[in-house]
């Protein structure tokens, strides 16, 4: 039976990509070697960094405005604490709209003063702060564009007068944006790009070596830009395969095209939550994610009836996050629109049942 894989992440990648990458493994470009086995330094995967670096700036509209791209290990969360030892030297300000952006804050508290120019943590964090301010004699300011547990979404970003520093793990690559109205952003490659194991880091060089602190090699970004984004071992396999789902893109139509396919799934998505009389949308409706659409039943003896029916439709993984509860449809590039119209279709067929 088909799958319909809803995963928050690790989450779906392109069958294209998925053949693709698993031929490699096997033999890679008929040099007779796995891509597995070969060096770091040969040509073959210098050009696939050199390739998928190329693609990021290229994709996102950042060719030759002064940004570097960045594959790098330790997962998004790495960059809670490299952020700040790379940019923060007196205070910094955070928009806190869920856990990661709570997580980043932890970190950064570490080194410096952090201050939160806003926060939504008041009501679980369903809906995104508007209104404040941002001091200009702030290092820079940290948000987060899309929240994958509470499921929200920043529609606009603020005009801020200092370095503007994004977490974009859930959302990178999904939607036409100004991107180059942020100074740096990060990414997980697990949802829109790639396979976990790499971390995507975009940055514009001016905003570097303005702090007094040594910093670690590793922690360094200009090590790391350097380096050519090799300044150690890289994570061979995450690295290709995100370079193959950043060709796909490309193949797509680009951001432009892919954002119209994802408007397309949560209009569907949302349209029923909103119509089904079973069903209750968890976040703020003009703050709600186009990525991450959480929702509870409002009737929990119907729990048993309806997770039957969706495994019985091949749909999986939409149990919410814990401090949620509920369940949660992650709609990233790579998620077929006929997916979201099955798990409509459960939906709409309980409502017949209850």
Known sequence: MKKHNFSAGPSILPQEVLLKASTAIVDYNDS????????????DFVDIMEKAR???????????????ALFLQGGASSQFL???MNLLEKRAGYLNTGSWSTKAIKEAEKLDDIYEVASSAN???NYIPKGYDIPEDYDYFHCTSNNTIFGTQLKEFPNSPV????????????????????????????????PAGTTLVVIKEDILGKVSRNIPSIMDYKKHIGAGSMFNTPPVFAVYTSMLTLEWLKEQ????????????????????????????????????????ATFTLQNENLKETFEAMLKEAGISAVNGHRSVGGYRASMYNALPLDSVKALVEVMSELETKA
């Open 253 to 292: 139509g680009g951001i432009a095209a892919i954002e119209k396919e994802n408007e397309k799934k949560a209009r569907l998505m949302y349209s029923e939550i909103d119509l089904n009389p079973l069903f209750k949308g968890f976040a703020s409706k003009e703050d709600r994610s186009d990525m991450n």
């Open 82 to 84: 490299m952020i700040a």
């Open 163 to 194: 370095p503007m520093v994004c977490d974009m793990s859930s959302d990178i690559f999904s939607r036409v944006i100004d991107y180059s109205q942020f100074d740096l952003i990060y990414a997980g490659a697990q949802k829109n790009m790639g």
């Open 32 to 43: 007779g070697l796995s891509l597995l086995e070969i060096s770091h330094r040969s040509k």
């Open 54 to 68: 190329a693609l990021v700036l290229e994709l996102l509209g950042l060719e030759g405005k002064g940004y570097k």
């Open 123 to 125: 009501a679980n964090f």
